[in-house]
């Protein structure tokens, strides 16, 4: 891409755009080490049909790139720039699996029962219970995932809840590799290592059909193809969310229950926000 800034030799017509670099090895985010490319981002925001036309392109092109949007808000503009982007320090997803990484997460945010029902007890999570409650069942879906991610992705940058968003791409093998590979940390307030997230973003993929749409500094988009149709299938999913992103359910609906009504069932965009 440096070289080819237009992606030609990939038969993509790209608009101007630049390479973001950052820390080769395990070595401090902000020294001064030997860096190496981690994703190429347009200058300037793209509008709807961007992000279709680039997917449609890389397909066929075998290329290892994957296509998403970058998303600004107030204050955080171009923060792909801000060194915070810092692969080195992520495990590889292929060391875990999904199970035991939402168990793990499931025990370290639901709360004590000694704490009492309410809002900060037993009522946040019911009707499950401290016990991890295990993994959703797998859906069908019934359309193809990628046209449901293309069709998101057009209606948020429409409507506006993408801000100013860039076009980027980035070297990994599927989309819910897209956050570990870029080093992406917008999560570090729950969890550091981002390649706990793709795993379970991998398994979303699988069971789901969703797809990762857009990246802001500390939210991810995805798009679901295949979303729980009603709240006896969506209550399992909003448990997964609520491990997977506590703050969606703690600073948001409120409860794991009003949750799935809410934000799960029939839902085809999945958005996660870490405080």
Do not use: K
């Amino acid at each position: 891409m440096a070289e080819d800034p237009q992606g030609r030799a990939l038969g993509l017509d790209l608009p101007p755009g630049t390479i973001i670099d950052g820390p080769a090895g395990r070595t401090p985010p902000r020294s001064r080490a030997r860096r190496e490319p981690l994703l190429w981002v347009s200058d300037e925001p793209v509008g709807v049909g961007a992000l279709a036309a680039c997917r449609a392109r890389l397909a066929p092109a075998g290329s290892g790139l994957q296509a998403v949007l970058l998303h600004e808000r107030r204050g955080l503009e171009r923060w792909w720039t801000r060194e915070e982007l810092y692969p080195a320090s992520m495990s590889d997803p292929d060391d875990h699996h999904v199970e035991p990484v939402l168990r793990a997460f499931w025990g370290g945010v639901v709360p004590d029962p000694e704490e009492g029902e309410g809002p900060d007890g037993a009522g946040l999570i019911a009707p499950f219970g401290r016990d991890w409650p295990g993994l959703a069942e797998h859906r069908v879906p019934q359309e193809d995932p990628e046209e449901a991610a293309l069709a998101l992705a057009d209606e948020l940058v429409r409507d506006g809840v993408l801000p100013a968003p860039r076009l980027a791409l980035v070297p990994a093998g599927r989309g819910a590799d897209v956050p570990t590979a870029m080093g992406w940390q917008g999560a570090a307030n729950h969890e550091n290592d981002t390649a706990l997230l793709t795993t379970v973003l991998r398994s979303w993929e699988e069971r789901f059909g969703a797809r990762v749409v857009a990246l802001g500094f500390d939210e991810i988009h995805l798009s679901v193809a295949a979303p729980p149709p009603t709240r006896v299938t969506a209550l399992p999913v909003a448990a997964e969310h609520f491990a997977f992103c506590p703050d969606n359910v703690w600073q948001g609906s409120g409860s794991v229950r009003a949750y799935a009504d809410e934000a799960v069932t029939g839902v085809g965009h999945w958005a996660f926000w870490w405080d």
